[in-house]
C-alpha cells in the first residue's frame, strides 16, 4: 500500500484560518533551521485548504529529503573562492559579496548554509572535509597502522558529508546524527562505538590545532542504547562476549579436517598455533630466517605490542615440519605462497578459510583461531606452568610489577620445559 503524502493532522485551525503544519525530523533539525514547517493557507474552507496544505507539505517532504541528501558542495567552493579573494582585494569589497551571498540564503530559507557559507568565507572557521586530510597526516605521523587510519577516516568520512564545519557540532547535533546513522544503517552497538571513537579523535585533533576551544567538551557520546558492557552481571542491553578456547581434542580434529580436505597451508598454521599459542599474523609473518633450527627458536617481531616480540622454543612434535617448510619454501616466508592484502596482512585468505573449516564443524561463532592461542594457554597453567613463563611464552605483559619492570625474561630452557608440557593425541 502507497503511503499517503498529506493526512488531516497536517492542517490546524486558527482564528477562523487552517494554517498548513508539517513537524520537522529531529535529524535534520539543525540544517532546515527550525522544528516545524508552518505557512497559512488563507481560507477557512475545510476542503480548500487541505488541497493547499498538501501541496505546501509535499514541497516540504521534498526539501527534508534533500537535505538528507544533497550536498552544499558549490556553496562551500564559494565560500573557499572568496576567501582567497579576501588575500589580494580590498576587503570592503570582499565584505559586500559575502553579505549580499549571505542574505540571498536567508532569503531562501537557508539559515544553515548561510551560517556555513558566511563562517568559511571569513575564516571563522575551515571546512571539516579539508581537516580530515590533515587529521590523517596527523595520525599517520603518530605511527598509527595504515588499517586503523582507513577505518577511523570512513567512520569521520560520514561526519564530514554532515557537518561542514566544527560550531555545528554541538552536543545535541551530534547525538541526534549518532541515532540517525545508526537507524538508516542498521548499525550494530559495536560499529557506533567505534565510529564514535573516531569522531572523538577527530574532535580533539580540532581542539589542537583550535579549530575548536579546548575547554569545549567532546560532543561525541555513545547513546545508552548503544553502550556495550562486558561485565557478566551488567543491565546494558549490549553485552560483549569474548573468544572461548577450544578443547584440545577438538583442535586434533580441525586440523585433521583440513589434512582431509587438502588444505595443507591451513593445517600447518594450525599445528604451528596448537604448539606455539602464537596469534595468526605472528605466524603468518614468520620468515625462514626469524627460525633458528640450530638453537631450536623462533623469533616472533611482527607482534601487536612490544612483549609480543620474543624468542621462544621450538615444539618437539613441530619441529620436522617447520624443518619442512624451511625447505619448501618459495619466498622466504615459513608458510609460503600468501597474498597479502593491500595492508601487507597474510594471514587474511588463511582466516576465512579457517572460520569455513570450523563452521563445518559446527563450531561456536565464539571459537575463531585465537582460540587456539586460548586453548594453548590453558593447558600451560593446567601444567603447572607459572603465570610469569606463559607470558614470555605467548607474548604477554608481565601480571607483578617485579618481574614486569625489572625481569629479563625466563630462559629458553624454562620455556621449553614448559612448551614440551603440551601435548595433543594427534595419532
Excluded at 34 to 56: C, G, H, M, Q, W
Excluded at 241 to 251: A, L, M, R
Excluded at 347 to 354: D, E, I, M, T, V
Amino acid at each position: 500500500m502507497t503511503t499517503k503524502s498529506f493526512k488531516p493532522s497536517n492542517l490546524e485551525k486558527r482564528y477562523n484560518t487552517y494554517y498548513a503544519i508539517l513537524v520537522v525530523p529531529k535529524d535534520v533539525r539543525y540544517v532546515i533551521g527550525k522544528s516545524k514547517f508552518f505557512k497559512s493557507t488563507e481560507t477557512d474552507n475545510l476542503k480548500l485548504a487541505e488541497s493547499i496544505a498538501k501541496v505546501y507539505v509535499m514541497g516540504w517532504k521534498a526539501e527534508i529529503a534533500s537535505v538528507r541528501s544533497k550536498s552544499d558542495e558549490p556553496i562551500i567552493q564559494s565560500a573557499k573562492e572568496i576567501k582567497q579573494l579576501l588575500k589580494s582585494s580590498p576587503s570592503y569589497l570582499v565584505q559586500d559579496v559575502i553579505q549580499e551571498e549571505f542574505n540571498k540564503l536567508m532569503n531562501a530559507q537557508k539559515p544553515l548554509h548561510a551560517e556555513v557559507f558566511e563562517r568559511i568565507a571569513t575564516g571563522k572557521n575551515r571546512h571539516l572535509d579539508e581537516l580530515k586530510i590533515t587529521w590523517q597526516k596527523h595520525e599517520e605521523d603518530r605511527g598509527l597502522v595504515r588499517k586503523t587510519i582507513d577505518q577511523m577516516s570512513n567512520d569521520v568520512e560520514l561526519l564530514v558529508k554532515q557537518f561542514p564545519t566544527a560550531n555545528l557540532l554541538t552536543l545535541e547535533n551530534c547525538n541526534l546524527w549518532i541515532k540517525h546513522i545508526a537507524k538508516k544503517g542498521e548499525l550494530s552497538a559495536s560499529s557506533i562505538t567505534r565510529i564514535v571513537g573516531s569522531c572523538r579523535n577527530f574532535y580533539k585533533y580540532l581542539q589542537n590545532i583550535k579549530e575548536v576551544a579546548i575547554a569545549e567538551v567532546n560532543p561525541f557520546i555513545v547513546p545508552n542504547e548503544f553502550k556495550i558492557s562486558n561485565k557478566p552481571n551488567s543491565k546494558s542491553i549490549n553485552k560483549v562476549q569474548s573468544w572461548i578456547p577450544f578443547e584440545p581434542e577438538d583442535i586434533v580434529s580441525i586440523y585433521k579436517f583440513a589434512r582431509i580436505t587438502e588444505d595443507n597451508s591451513l593445517a600447518d598454521l594450525i599445528l604451528i598455533g596448537m604448539h606455539t599459542g602464537a596469534r595468526i599474523e605472528e605466524i603468518c609473518s614468520l620468515k625462514c630466517s626469524n627460525i633458528n633450527l640450530r638453537k631450536n627458536t623462533i623469533r616472533i617481531i611482527d607482534a601487536k605490542t612490544d612483549a609480543g616480540e620474543r624468542i621462544i622454543p621450538i615444539h618437539s612434535k613441530i619441529y620436522s615440519k617447520i624443518e619442512e617448510l624451511i625447505g619448501d619454501s618459495v619466498d622466504d616466508y615459513l608458510i609460503s605462497n600468501q597474498s597479502p592484502n593491500k595492508y601487507g596482512d597474510r594471514s587474511n585468505a588463511l582466516g576465512k578459510r579457517f572460520g569455513r573449516l570450523k563452521s563445518q564443524l559446527r563450531f561456536s561463532d565464539r571459537q575463531v583461531f585465537h582460540s587456539i592461542r586460548k586453548t594453548f594457554t590453558t593447558m600451560l597453567e593446567n601444567a603447572g606452568i607459572s603465570e610469569n613463563i606463559a607470558a614470555d611464552i605467548v607474548g604477554h605483559e608481565k601480571p607483578r610489577i617485579t618481574y614486569g619492570l625489572y625481569s629479563g625474561g625466563a630462559s629458553l630452557a624454562i620455556m621449553k620445559t614448559a612448551i614440551e608440557k603440551v601435548k595433543y593425541k594427534l595419532q
